[in-house]
Nanobody
Framework: QVQLVESGGGLVPAGGSLRLSCAAS????????MAWYRQAPGKQRELVAR???????NYADSVKGRFTISRDNAKDTVYLQMNSLKPEDTAVYYC???????????WGQGTQVTVSS
């Protein structure tokens, strides 16, 4: 069992920045991939960004060029740097971890991000 704890959410004006952190209870270097998802009210949970244990990344088209996912294996922590935030980025952001690069087996509790217009 891997426990994930997100932090860093909050209220920010449009155009602002936030950095989310996800601390894992296991060695993330031994996991296939770490990812950030988000879920807005009334919408399905969607992938925001994923990073594999090899360092490959992929992003949702809506965040490309604005968000950056990174990992610190020494700290077993994954980050999501969010710049140029828009009101449509408002959602609960969830950290996920998977044994393979294509699956999510564990979820964090989520952190709220609210972008005001």
């Amino acid at each position: 069992q891997v426990q994930l704890v997100e932090s860093g959410g909050g209220l920010v004006p449009a155009g602002g920045s936030l950095r989310l952190s996800c601390a894992a209870s296991a060695r993330i270097a031994n996991l296939g991939a770490m990812a950030w998802y988000r879920q807005a009210p009334g919408k399905q949970r969607e992938l925001v960004a994923r990073i594999t244990n090899g360092g490959s990344t992929n992003y949702a088209d809506s965040v490309k060029g604005r968000f950056t996912i990174s990992r610190d294996n020494a700290k077993d922590t994954v980050y999501l740097q969010m710049n140029s935030l828009k009101p449509e980025d408002t959602a609960v952001y969830y950290c996920g971890a998977g044994f393979s690069s294509l699956s999510i087996n564990f979820w964090g509790q989520g952190t709220q991000v609210t972008v005001s217009s």
